[in-house]
Each structure stands twice: as C-alpha cells, then as structure tokens.
C-alpha cells in the first residue's frame, strides 16, 4: 500500500528566510507519481508540480525548487526567500500508475510566514 | 471560467437529511474525482469516475452515492446525514485515466451537520 509522510506538522519562520517541507513516501510500484499541492487559507488547493519516478532531476520555478531522491524516498520542496503569501498548508501526494490514478496525500504541513 | 466548479459552497443541515452536493468541470477531462477533507485537513479519496464509469470506491458507506450522468459533471449525494459526515468535500478532475496527469481540484463544499 501507499504512504506519504510528512513529519513536520507546522512551520514558521520569519520572512525571507528559506524553508524546507519534508515529504517521505512509501510505495511498492517502480512507476509513481508525487505531487505537491498548496491549500492557502482561502481553501481552495493549488497544484504546484509532478514528478514520475524516472525522473530524478531536481526542479527550480522561481523560488520553489524540489529535491526527489529515490534512494531515500524523499520528495522535499524548498521555499527561498519566503513571503507571507507562502503562508498554507502544503500537502505532497503519490499515485501509482495505471489504473489506479487516486491521489494519496500525506498529513500537510502548515506553514505560516511571520512579518 | 472556472475550470472545476461545485455548488454549493457551503451546507449546513440536520442530521439524518439527504444531500447532494453538484460538481462540473469545462476542461474536457475524463476522470473525475470526490475527496473528503476532515477536520485535522486529511485528504481522503472517495470516489473516482472514468468517462461515468466508476473505477475507485475507497470504502466509503453506501450512505454515499456519486452519480456521473456525463463525463462532465460528478455529483455525490448523501443519505441519512451524520455528524461525521462534516468535512470539506474536494471534487477533481484529470485527463485520461492510464496516462497521468494532474488532478484540477474544484473550491470545494464545506458541510456542517448539526
């Protein structure tokens, strides 16, 4: 079965610092998806990026970037310079391919960016 | 436009009500989706539907029934309300299911039973 784990319930650091959510997943299948989402405070939840699991390259968009290491089955994601818009719960998902396309999401982790 | 809308936004009813909670999607996808979100914000999937066919039913009461009359809508209705039934309720839709693609979510429905 598939897990997703996100041990840090809440962050908060003060603007302009960077900041890394963790994000540790279990799956059985060689072929898998991760995501992660953004729920702002607003509720609505934003996608921000996927990555299948051939696929090992790091990705950089703006002040984002993302870390995917098979090896540790880790798909953490980076914040430079945050801004109190960060501020959310950010959740990271995993599906397995084919057939069975069901998002499993981890517990989120709230971050809040202090002025 | 909005690419995945529900209606409505929020609900508020007794226990032991009957409700349906209404979700469309103007992408053109085939695959659509429900996701229950708890209270500690716990995204659960419910449901999923490929071109109205259903291909996820993750052990949810039957007091749940989705109904996909096109491939563009996915509505779920609720028997018999229960106060555990409260939850944000996320309906989602992707391209083909077998060829992945990101989930769109809707805004989703706060439902608060009393």
């Known amino acids: 079965a598939q897990k997703v784990t996100q041990a840090q319930t809440e962050i908060s650091v003060v603007e302009k610092e960077d900041v890394t959510l963790d994000c540790v997943y279990e799956?059985?299948?060689?072929?898998?998806?991760l995501f992660w989402y953004k729920q702002p405070p607003s509720g609505e939840l934003v996608f921000l990026i996927r990555?299948?699991?051939?696929?090992?390259q790091n990705e950089i968009s703006g002040r984002y970037s993302w870390n995917f290491q098979k090896s540790t089955s880790s798909f953490n994601f980076t914040i430079t310079a945050s801004q109190v818009v960060d501020s959310a719960v950010y959740f990271c998902?995993?599906?397995?391919?084919?057939?069975?396309?069901?998002?499993?999401f981890g517990t989120g982790t709230r971050l809040t960016i202090i002025p | 436009d909005t690419a995945v809308s529900q209606t409505p936004k929020y609900l508020v009813t007794q226990m032991g009500n009957d409700k349906s909670i209404k979700c469309e999607q103007n992408?053109?996808?085939?695959?659509m989706y429900w996701y229950k979100q708890d209270s500690k914000k716990f995204l659960k999937i419910m449901f999923s539907?490929?071109?109205?066919?259903?291909?996820i039913n993750e052990t949810v009461p039957n007091r749940f029934s989705p109904k996909s009359p096109d491939k563009a809508h996915l509505n779920l209705h609720i028997n018999s309300l229960e106060l555990g039934d409260s939850a944000v309720y996320f309906c989602?839709?992707?391209?083909?299911?077998?060829?992945?693609?990101?989930?769109?979510f809707g805004p989703g429905t706060r439902l608060t039973v009393l």
């Open positions: 989602a839709s992707s391209r083909l299911a077998g060829n992945y693609n990101e989930q769109f």
């Open positions: 799956t059985r299948d060689t072929t898998y998806y």
């Open positions: 990555r299948n699991s051939f696929d090992e």
């Open positions: 998902a995993l599906s397995e391919n084919f057939g069975n396309e069901k998002l499993t």
């Open positions: 992408l053109g996808h085939d695959t």
């Open positions: 539907y490929n071109n109205k066919e259903l291909i």
